[in-house]
């Protein structure tokens, strides 16, 4: 399987952290190529940094995407998810999407922790629209957002243990998810700690692209749906609006 992994913001860091994952959890046969995004925020947090982002995540995907058997779209908040389904021919997967669907398994009622205020309200839209909303209990953000707690995540761990408990105690979760590549690590650890299920936005996009397989994709090229020429974009990307692909 060839994975290309999109890092929608513009921190390499994060980027080869989420490879490294990739390669120490996926099949050995797997070819990863990994990319950040070529222009945008260090972290999205905000509505007006994840729209920057989306574009970002198709103009790496116009470039990148050509032969690849699935893609990872390795942000907790999937910033451009449908946009990249419609133009792609091949399995397009979201973390926040991928651990909702993992924490709702068997009909449990999750909860979600993450840094950033802004979160909230976003994240409850993205869960409504994939069809999840009525498994979610509660959101709670931390104060940080992922980008300072990847900078110094002991400093967060207990700040965090703190929210995931009142996801249960409180809000009568079943299942935590801890979402955002910042947070990497963390879930297992606290889990170690814990009696409840503590999920890994970042691992559980892992074990999606895993289950989704080569597939078949039959010569498939990207594609777009309606073509339309564009200016001032990127030419690959500009080429798939098109519908011109052919380089």
């Known amino acids: 399987m060839r994975l290309l992994i999109i890092n929608p913001n513009t921190t390499d860091a994060m980027t ?3 490879e490294a994952i990739g390669r120490a959890s996926l099949p050995s046969t797997t070819r ?5 995004g070529r222009f945008g925020p ?3 947090s905000s509505r007006a940094t994840f729209a920057i982002a989306a574009h970002a995540a198709l103009d790496a995907y116009a470039e990148h995407g050509r032969d690849a058997d699935g ?3 390795a942000c907790f908040g999937d910033p451009g998810l449908d946009a990249l389904r419609e133009l792609s021919p091949v399995p397009v997967i979201g973390l926040v999407e991928a651990a909702a669907r993992e924490a709702a398994t068997g009909g449990r009622r999750f909860a979600i922790v993450t840094g950033g205020a802004l979160w909230e309200t976003m994240l409850r839209e993205m869960l409504l629209v994939r069809g999840l909303s009525e498994s979610l209990v509660s ?3 931390v104060a940080p957002d992922g980008g300072m707690i990847a900078r110094n995540p002991d400093a967060a761990l207990q ?3 703190e929210a995931c408990d009142a996801c249960v105690t409180a809000d009568r979760a079943e299942a935590v998810i801890l979402g955002g590549v910042g947070l990497v690590g963390l879930a297992e650890r606290i889990a170690s700690m814990r ?3 503590v999920i890994c ?3 559980a996009g892992m074990r999606a692209v895993a289950a989704c397989g080569e597939g078949n994709r039959q010569g498939a090229t990207p594609h777009s749906p309606i073509k339309v020429d564009s200016i001032g974009i990127a030419p690959k990307l500009a080429e798939i609006l098109c519908g011109n692909v052919a380089l």
């Open 139 to 141: 959101i709670r953000t």
């Open 16 to 18: 080869r952290k989420i």
């Open 195 to 197: 009696a409840y299920p």
């Open 201 to 203: 936005s970042v691992m």
């Open 32 to 36: 990863i190529t990994a990319v950040s």
């Open 71 to 73: 893609v990872l779209l």
């Open 159 to 161: 700040m965090l243990i």
């Open 42 to 44: 260090r972290y999205i």
